[in-house]
């Protein structure tokens, strides 16, 4: 059983950054890929970015392409979510997901596919 909590969430105007935190407890994440997905009010929770274990490849969403920044560090048992140069658009819960099944795989962006879910942190941009 893994537990995620994220925090880092919070208001910031757009064109600024925000770095997303989650904390994982209960394993190591070392054998997981770790994805970053998000809801907006009214619309469904959309992929949003993943590190595959392993060699630590990346896959983004084409709407975060170039200002998000996936990074984990295996030793403190942490993923991170950078984001840069945000949009009102960006505007939703962000949820920290982790991936035991597949962990190899580099492009899971069904949220089914991911086994441990945070709690989700909130981000508002505004314009």
């Known amino acids: 059983q893994v537990h995620l909590v994220e925090s880092g969430g919070g208001l910031v105007q757009a064109g600024g950054s925000l770095r997303l935190s989650c904390a994982a407890s209960?394993?190591?994440?070392?054998?997981?890929?770790m994805g970053w997905f998000r809801q907006a009010p009214g619309k469904e929770r959309e992929f949003v970015a993943r590190?595959?274990?392993?060699?630590?490849?990346?896959y983004y969403a084409d709407s975060v392409k170039g200002r998000f920044t996936i990074s984990r560090d295996n030793a403190k048992n942490m993923v991170y979510l950078q984001m840069n140069s945000l949009k009102p658009e960006d505007t939703a819960v962000y949820y920290c997901?982790?991936?035991?099944?597949?962990?190899?795989?580099?492009?899971?962006?069904?949220?089914?596919?991911?086994?441990?879910w945070g709690q989700g942190t909130q981000v508002t941009v505004s314009s």
């Open positions: 997901a982790a991936d035991r099944t597949s962990p190899a795989s580099v492009v899971v962006i069904t949220s089914g596919s991911y086994d441990y």
């Open positions: 209960g394993r190591t994440l070392s054998g997981y890929a």
């Open positions: 590190m595959a274990g392993g060699y630590s490849r990346t």
